[in-house]
């Protein structure tokens, strides 16, 4: 039996490394690489929004000699490092592992006879005796001794019948050996004079570090929502929206959360005079950051501030406020989707809206409550100065760029551009359908179908005209690809990557921006939202030259109807996280009716009553239910009778008259 010892080289643990590292570094180098496959390459062009897409990607990537790397890039480079290291180690190590073969020490083949055996060994002993060999600087005593030693064994093991035993059974001259095996750990762990150290890390490891770990873990889990923001960030909005909520009363929400969310920020008060200055410009904003009990938080006032100093766009000269405001603004959408959840778990229509369209507004540095006007002033290189000049006072954004062209502004090639790529959504189309079924039953699985296209200003959508064969071939393919949308599974109808909207025009936020659309089916009589609303993105543009005239995007909700029948006049609304001011809304009706009866189900007078003779109408009556006598069948024989006579006779004299 083999005996079992340490293997005090410690090779086994470099494997052991090697193979640990490559479980856990490839896969997560593989999903890092993988997350920037679907890249955004087109958008707005104009020169505002393609500086700011540059200014971030620089802010997000850093530069040359200070990349800005994340945490989980220096962890996987370090990985990398130590697997290198570990390689390089692995292939410095000599591994004998090779099958004991007495036939390839002495180099005969194995059909050689023990004659020849005999003689060749002779031959060998006579080169390689250590009496004949000198040693040299590369070949040692020790290596020329153990070369002719394992001449010698492999000559015995092919000549001697014990030592041929030995090879045969365990694959060694010598009989059973003991079985070297590696525990995976370096040999210095294990020696007497490092035991203190090693118990020591072994305590500081499993007694501090591990516990220290799961609770930092555990008890930040309970900190955090699922939506990933602070818990008592969740509470301050379930307790600060009401079912009438005003956008104060959303942005007070907002700077609340702030208080959690906006860690304390080193050197803070080398800008306190800055931030003094622009709080005298915001009256409102000291009213917004005070806590239950009337005290002025700072986070909240800071944040406010550089929130407000945004939607009004003052500019910030401290560098340290600038990116201050920026972590601010790019923190703002996490936490009104948390407050978006709050407000659409009540079914409040109001406050859900008004959530949705301050996106709009902080994406577009725009006041919540400026004038319908200001809205023009989305266009690149327009502000309320501008369109103060112009006569007549544009409404429309075409009227600006019209009004810009007469002048013959530089500026008109911006706004062509911003406009080309403009999201203003149209609703083609909105309905309610049941999969089979041309009316809607009570409690029955109902889909609230919209299509959408983008259709900037000055675009034309007549669509080309077609002959009546064209016509009927187009209709018949658009409804079976209806037909086949409805019952997938999908939210959303699959189109060509080519169709992507791309970047939004955004210049004054800080990040680049993909155009996001809200779809919000609600009861505006009732204030409410009748299903949660659905997130869209990718609306294609109006093509007046599609082929097949869809030139649009279908989407759907799914949700149960009401219990009973009705006829519910609904709203649904379009909002858009991006632009302000394009969000169209459709009145919809759903007629709730009872199902049809069955027209082959047989009413109550046509079921006749069993005759008495009969088992049934035995059965009928013990039961005391009305059976029919042999009197009433054969009046009704007779009865029968007498009016086919009367019919045969009254047609008799009817032709006899004529």
Known sequence: MAAYEYDETGDMATYFLITFL??????????????????????????????????????????????????????????????????????????????????????????????????????????????????????????????????????????????????????????????????????????????????????????????????????????????????????????????????????????????????????????????????????????????????????????????????????????????EQREVLLQTPLLLNALLNVATARN??????????????????????????????????????????????????????????????????????????????????AAFKVIGERIVTPSSIIFLVVKLRIVPPGTNTETKDLSVDETKRVTVANEKKDEEFLLSKADAEELPRTKSSGWAHAPRWPASRKPTWWIVLGDAKQNKIVVPPIRITDVPYADADAEDGRDYRTYKIQFQGPPSTGVFTWKVYVVSDTYVAEDPSRDVTLKIEDPPALDNEPSEDEISEPDEDTLAGQMAAMRGDKVKTHDESDESDESGTDEDEEGDSDSSSDSDSD
């Open 348 to 429: 409040w229509l109001t406050p859900t809206l008004g959530i949705m369209r301050l996106s709009s507004y902080l994406a577009q540095a725009l006041p919540p409550n400026a004038p319908p006007r200001v809205r023009l002033t989305q266009l690149p290189a327009v502000s309320k100065a501008d369109l103060d000049s112009i006569t007549p006072r544009p409404r429309e954004m075409t009227e600006v760029l019209n009004a810009l062209e007469e002048k013959g502004d530089a500026r008109v090639g911006q706004v062509r551009k911003a406009l080309e790529k403009w999201g203003r959504i149209e609703i083609v189309d």
């Open 22 to 323: 490559a479980l856990i570094l490839v896969p997560f180098t593989v999903s890092s690489l993988g997350g920037k496959t679907d890249k955004i390459t087109h958008g707005c062009d104009c020169e505002a929004c393609v500086e700011q897409r540059s200014r971030s990607k620089k802010l997000d990537g850093g530069s040359l000699l200070a990349p800005k790397l994340s945490r989980k890039t220096y962890l996987l480079v370090a990985g990398w490092i130590v697997f290198g290291l570990a390689c390089w180690r692995a292939s410095k190590l000599k591994v004998n592992s090779k099958v004991y073969d007495p036939f390839e020490i002495l180099g005969i083949n194995s059909s050689a006879s023990e004659k020849e055996i005999k003689s060749h060994y002779k031959k060998l002993s006579r080169q390689f005796h250590p009496d004949k060999v000198k040693a040299t600087a590369e070949l040692t005593i020790e290596a020329i001794q153990e070369r002719f030693v394992s001449i010698t064994k492999a000559y015995k093991s092919l000549t001697d019948e014990t030592i041929r035993k030995n090879w045969l059974e365990w694959n060694n001259p010598d009989g059973p050996q003991t079985t070297s095996m590696g525990i995976a750990l370096p040999p210095w762990i294990v020696e007497s004079r490092n035991n203190v150290w090693v118990l020591g890390v072994y305590g500081i490891l499993f007694g501090g570090a591990l516990p220290l770990l799961v609770g930092r873990w555990w008890f930040g889990n309970r900190q955090k929502t699922k939506d990933g923001i602070n818990a008592k960030s969740a509470a301050a909005f379930f307790k600060s929206i009401s079912e009438d909520g005003s956008t104060e009363e959303v942005v007070s929400a907002l700077g609340k959360a702030f208080e959690w969310e906006l860690p304390a920020t080193k050197g803070a008060h080398s800008d306190a005079a800055e931030l003094d200055d622009l709080d005298k410009s915001y009256v409102e904003v000291k009213k917004l950051a005070r806590d239950a009990q009337g005290q002025l938080h700072e986070s909240r006032r800071r944040a406010l501030i550089l929130i407000y100093a945004h939607l009004t766009r003052t500019e910030i000269k401290s560098a340290r406020l600038q990116h």
